[in-house]
T-cell receptor
């Protein structure tokens, strides 16, 4: 099946810093989503981005499908950005089953 | 309304109990999912319902029994669980089960089996 690798696994930032999270995938995809899982367990949709670039406030994401990677940018980080960021992809070929990466655990200190 | 609700938020049950987890969405979605998530791990898919029919079952033990009474509701019936089944159980929905569909998750139920 498709492999999804996220880096870095852990990230510690001071409030106000910028960061880039990466998601590499091993095969072509129909779908790619970025989620933020808050400390209470809720998975929050950040971006649905099988290709291209999107921005939402301090967050933006870029997926280069031909090179099989996606990047999530967090600017001016806040303590509320803490949590785990997951990338989930759906491989082309009709499986309709999303495969999650292992996540990046982010801690933002005040 | 882009919300998926789950009840209860927390559940503690013994190994001989029978309990049910409930999930509801009012977005008109026709596909619903159950995931299991252990601490510090990504969610693992358990079941997928498409148009109220079970379309994907990722070889989950029979002590977990899903039910989809209608397109808005999804239940997970639990019976004779083991302590290793303690986890966060997440429900999700998407417009349909098609390539490239976007999933929306509920807040989850934290299950502890004693």
């Amino acid at each position: 099946g498709i492999q999804v690798e996220q880096s870095p696994p852990d990230l510690i930032l001071q409030e106000g810093a910028n960061s880039t999270l990466r998601c590499n995938f091993s095969d072509s995809v129909n779908n790619l989503q970025w989620f933020h899982q808050n400390p209470w367990g809720q998975l929050i949709n950040l971006f649905y981005i099988p290709s291209g670039t999107k921005q939402n406030g301090r967050l933006s994401a870029t997926t280069v499908a031909t090179e099989r990677y996606s990047l999530l940018y967090i600017s001016s980080s806040q303590t509320t950005d803490s949590g785990v960021y997951f990338c989930a992809v759906e491989a082309s070929g009709g499986s309709y089953i999303p495969t999650f990466g292992r996540g990046t655990s982010l801690i933002v200190h005040p | 309304d882009t919300e998926v609700t789950q009840t209860p938020k927390h559940l503690v049950m013994g190994m001989t109990n029978k309990k049910s987890l409930k999930c509801e969405q009012h977005m008109g979605h026709r596909a619903m999912y159950w995931y299991k998530q252990k601490a510090k791990k990504p969610p693992e898919l358990m079941f997928v319902y498409s148009y109220e029919k079970l379309s994907i079952n990722e070889s989950v033990p029979s002590r977990f029994s899903p039910e989809c009474p209608n397109s808005s509701l999804l239940n997970l019936h639990l019976h004779a669980l083991q302590p290793e089944d303690s986890a966060l159980y997440l429900c999700a929905s998407s417009p349909v089960v098609l390539a490239g569909d976007e999933q929306y998750f509920g807040p989850g139920t934290r299950l502890t089996v004693t």
